[in-house]
């Protein structure tokens, strides 16, 4: 379990959190999702913000996926997120730090979609 | 002392408080869900962060130390916004049927979706985390409403010492809060003192439902009684919003009870007194046995089933007789009402425990229950509600003309009252014990207390002992495993406080726990203070009746009770 969360955490590195990042826009959304489920072992399951959210943002995500997202779903993340920081442990509040820099970093490509105008 | 800023008003407080208690100091309060004082301090549900200056994290106040220089904000849009965010996770993940939930009116999680204002979004109210019922006896837990605040595991472990429910986070994506999986509380070794009902903050946990049953009984063609402990008449006191010590409210909830269908409604003084004789009769026989070890009181149906459960090898201590609602049971049926075959019993009571009690086989006759059903406070409130009577207007009930409607002779000190008893059988002149306290202390749940005093009958010297909680019921039998001391009588109950603070009582979240106690143990005394403390004339000759020639309706057995062990 160990060594597959490291190498999700290396593949976050490099790919989501490098600003010279290759990454695609539409590979972003699954990307992050994929990283998410990588924590799933990490995960000790004593708090609401971590044990449920994390799960919640991965569902919020699929709407992205599915074509279905709408600016509630990104404000839902954005708020789902910040409350990681509410978490009971450095898991939980790890993963709340890392979703806060995709935003700061990928705002756009999560507002694209789901942009009135 | 450290110095801290709360919400930009600044106080001075001992080292090691947490920022929960800080607050409260200076009159703010911050919400809480899965904290219990002394019981439950883990931080689980993350409703009560606080945000802390210069700390990039919300920080939980219930189990954070305050330091030196804190600033700390409790209600700041990110505070706010935050606990908004975690309940509705915990509502995505709850069956939502409170009109008819267990905990209606009583619900803290509720509440604090009411005072927060929780709008679905996203994420509407749940189907719960998994569909299971998990039955017993006595108590139940319906899983779909479960928020996995810990409270009934704290509760179980450290204050009734059964370790029934366990966290079980072997999915920690999908955790339950269960007994053994697959199992029936009754299979798990429970002794069903619903203490962890009246911690669990939702519908989770509730008392097993004799409500639907009482309702058919009272529909069909059936004599129906309702006794009702004294315990329970304080507790429906507070269920009605009443003044605690108005005990002229008893006669208007008798006159609510005679409407819905009971024909009678009787006190359980008799059965009290009976069982005060019955039991100072015992203790004498024990004494003049000279039998090794203490005779140990079972009026506390909690207290017998742990002991058939964890220390079966002192099941010949247990005092032999049934309990004071089980002996009105039969009383009712198979004197008073002989040969009536649609008489129905229905015990009012501050406990849960009693509901399967009720069912045990060694307490049936001619292969009946004595007692059909056990209603908790909160039951039985609940049921009158439901009928919308005015009761501030409603005519008190005329009391009968029996002796069963009278409240007990007696004092409300049992251990007293028994050893009066063994005094007075001895012609020796009888004074009042002196208790010292050897474990633990009162109105703290967490240790319970074992008081002790040395009774002079003539010559001789007892030491006897008063137990109450679980904690105490450990200690008490690792004090008998020692040796050190030799007893004569404990009574004993396994709630901590007594049935005052029984399983089935009135529930008060808003209320300190030790205010409720003080409260009731109040009432109470008020309800004795005026009352000449006499021999009960009637139950004395029952007493006599029962030993000649009803000997088997008085006593009971116990045997070792089996459970999966994890
Ligand atoms: S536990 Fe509370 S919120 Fe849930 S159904 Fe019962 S009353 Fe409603
Ligand atoms: S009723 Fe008592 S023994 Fe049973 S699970 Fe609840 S706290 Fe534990
Ligand atoms: S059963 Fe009740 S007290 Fe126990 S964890 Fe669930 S919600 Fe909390
Ligand atoms: S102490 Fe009273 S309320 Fe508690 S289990 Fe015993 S009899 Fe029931
Ligand atoms: S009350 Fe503090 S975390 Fe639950």
């Known amino acids: ?117 | 002392m450290a110095s801290i800023t709360i919400d930009g008003k600044t106080l001075k407080v001992k080292n090691g408080t947490t920022i929960l208690k800080a607050a409260e100091q200076i009159g703010i309060e911050i919400p809480t869900l899965c904290f219990l004082e002394e019981i439950n301090e883990i931080g689980f549900c993350r409703i009560c962060i606080v945000e802390v200056e210069d700390e990039q994290d919300l920080v939980s106040a219930c189990n954070t130390e305050v330091a030196s220089g804190m600033v700390i904000h409790t209600n700041s849009e990110k505070v706010k916004e935050s606990r908004k965010a975690t309940l509705d996770l915990l509502a995505s993940k709850h069956r939502f049927d409170c009109w008819r939930c267990p905990k209606d009116g009583m619900c803290e999680f509720y509440d604090m979706l009411k005072e927060h204002d929780i709008v679905f979004e996203e994420f509407g109210p749940g189907i719960g985390r998994t569909d299971e019922q998990i039955v017993g006896t006595g108590i139940s837990q319906d899983l779909t409403k479960c928020i996995l605040c810990k409270r009934c595991v704290a509760v179980c472990q450290e204050v009734v010492t059964a370790n029934v429910l366990k966290f079980r986070d072997e999915d920690p994506l999908n955790p339950v809060v269960s007994p053994t999986p697959g199992l029936t509380f009754d299979e798990s070794g429970c002794i069903f003192c619903g203490q962890c009902v009246k911690a669990c903050p939702t519908g989770t946990l509730f008392e097993t439902n004799h409500v639907e049953d009482l309702e058919n009984v009272l529909l069909e063609d059936n004599y129906v009684i309702a006794q009702i402990a004294e315990e329970a008449r304080i507790g429906l006191r507070e269920e009605f919003g009443v003044d605690i010590q108005d005990e002229s409210f008893d006669d208007v909830f008798d006159q609510a009870l005679k409407m819905i269908g009971f024909e009678e409604v009787v006190a359980t003084g008799v059965a009290e007194d009976l069982h005060v004789s019955a039991l100072g009769e015992e203790l004498y026989q024990h004494l003049q046995a000279k039998n090794d070890g203490p005779l140990l009181s079972s009026w506390c149906s909690g207290f017998v089933r742990y002991s058939e459960l964890y220390y079966s090898d002192y099941l010949d201590q247990l005092s032999k007789l049934r309990s004071p609602h089980i002996l009105q049971g039969s009383l009712l049926k198979h004197r008073e009402h002989k040969g009536k075959d649609n008489v129905k019993v229905i015990s009012i009571m501050p406990c849960t425990s009693k509901k399967y009690e009720i069912t045990r086989e060694e307490l049936k006759v001619n292969d009946e229950q004595v007692v059909d059903y056990v209603l908790t406070v909160r039951e039985i409130a609940k049921m009158i509600k439901r009928r919308g009577f005015d009761m501030e207007n409603m005519k008190p009930s005329v009391k009968q003309d029996s002796p069963y409607a009278l409240a007990r002779k007696t004092s409300y000190d049992l251990l007293e009252n028994v050893l009066a008893y063994v005094a007075n059988k001895m012609n020796v002149p009888f004074e009042k014990p002196k208790y010292k306290v050897i474990h633990g202390e009162r109105l703290v749940e967490t240790e319970g207390v074992i008081e002790e005093a040395t009774i002079k009958f003539g010559k001789e010297k007892f030491h006897v002992l008063r137990v109450s909680g679980g904690q105490a019921v450990k200690q008490m039998y690792q004090l008998l495993k020692d040796g050190k001391k030799k007893y004569a009588f404990a009574d004993v109950s396994h709630c901590a406080n007594g049935c005052m603070n029984g399983g089935g009582q009135a529930i008060r979240h808003n209320v300190e726990v030790h205010d409720v106690i003080l409260a009731r143990d109040e009432a109470m005394r008020r309800m004795h203070e005026n009352k000449e403390t006499t021999t009960n004339e009637y139950a004395n000759n029952l007493l006599d009746e029962f030993f000649t020639e009803k000997r088997e309706l008085l006593e009971t057995s116990y045997s070792v009770k089996e459970f999966t062990k994890e």
């Open chain 1, 1 to 117: 379990m160990a060594t597959e969360s490291l190498n999700v955490k290396e593949l976050y590195e490099k790919w989501i959190l490098d600003a010279k990042t290759k990454l695609t826009e539409e590979d972003l959304v699954p990307r992050v999702k994929e990283y998410l489920i990588g924590q799933h072992p990490e995960i000790c399951g004593k708090c609401a913000p971590c044990r449920d959210g994390v799960i919640k943002l991965e569902q919020l995500l699929d709407q992205y996926i599915e074509g279905t997202a709408t600016i509630k779903t990104l404000k839902e993340i954005e708020r789902l997120t910040y409350n990681l920081r509410a978490s009971r442990c450095s898991v939980g509040l790890d993963i709340g730090k890392n979703m806060e820099v995709i935003l700061e970093n990928d705002y756009h490509v999560l507002y694209k979609p789901v942009k009135k105008y």
